[in-house]
């Protein structure tokens, strides 16, 4: 267990909609990444949040946003959803987001399904 | 089980055996490259790390060797167990926070 936690394990929604995903960091750390990973593409970093603000975007979709939470929870949201984002979504927490490059610990994953 | 991937290299071996796992990365500025392991349903778990002042880092019966002349990075995992299979990813990072992933190598091992 790597002390991050995610919630839901399993969504299914149709095309067009929207959804939330949540994710709690380890205790103490303040930064949290997500990550999209699909059969084709891998494990694609999407966006950072340090405590609260945004640090760094990788290929994230204007469909979707992020925010963190003063209480260093975050959540994704996905919106006018379509078939191709199918996928495992992962949150990562990391004790640092400033300088240099720490292990990220990854949590369990939400596995959405657009039908 | 979850399947992260259809046409990953697969690497077959026996209990007991040797394994070594390998990655080229593509960007020379990296200096930052970490190990994660993959279970089937699971999110990937951190194995090792190492920074780029170092070619060799040990840890728990895995290794981790990093050879920038040629942009190569190595897991050996010492004794391996059936346990130990899974999909194995390699990542690097420049500097900042954010971290590239391979494409990931599934281990296959056999009692």
């Known amino acids: 267990d790597s002390g991050v936690t995610q919630t839901p394990k399993h969504l299914i929604t149709a095309t067009g909609q929207r959804v939330t995903l949540r994710c709690s960091p380890r205790?103490?750390?303040?930064?949290v990444y997500w990550y999209q990973q699909s059969l084709d593409q891998g494990l694609q970093f999407l966006i950072q949040?340090?405590?609260?603000?945004?640090?760094a975007k990788g290929n994230i979709l204007e469909r979707f946003s992020a925010q963190q939470f003063p209480d260093l929870h975050s959540e994704l949201n996905l919106s006018s959803l379509e078939l191709g984002d199918s996928a495992l979504y992962f949150c990562?927490?990391?004790?640092?987001?400033?300088?240099?490059?720490?292990?990220?610990?990854f949590g369990p994953g939400t596995r959405l399904t657009v039908t | 089980g979850e399947s992260v991937g259809l046409h990953l290299p697969t690497l077959s071996v026996q209990e007991g055996d040797n394994s070594i796992i390998n990655c080229a990365y593509s960007?020379?500025?990296?200096?930052?490259f970490i190990w994660y392991k993959q279970e089937s349903g699971k999110g990937p778990q951190f194995i090792i790390d190492?920074?780029?002042?170092?070619d060799k880092r040990q840890g728990q019966r895995v290794t981790v060797l990093l050879n920038k002349t040629v942009k190569h990075l190595s897991l050996q995992i010492a004794a391996t167990q059936p346990g130990d299979s899974a999909v194995y990813f390699c990542?690097?990072?420049?500097?900042?926070?954010?971290?590239?992933f391979g494409k990931g190598t599934m281990l296959l091992v056999s009692p």
């Open positions: 960007n020379s500025a990296s200096d930052y």
């Open positions: 190492i920074r780029s002042n170092m």
């Open positions: 205790s103490g750390d303040l930064s």
């Open positions: 990562a927490s990391s004790p640092r987001g400033v300088a240099g490059t720490y292990e990220q610990y």
């Open positions: 990542a690097e990072s420049p500097g900042y926070s954010t971290l590239t």
């Open positions: 949040y340090y405590n609260g603000e945004e640090r």
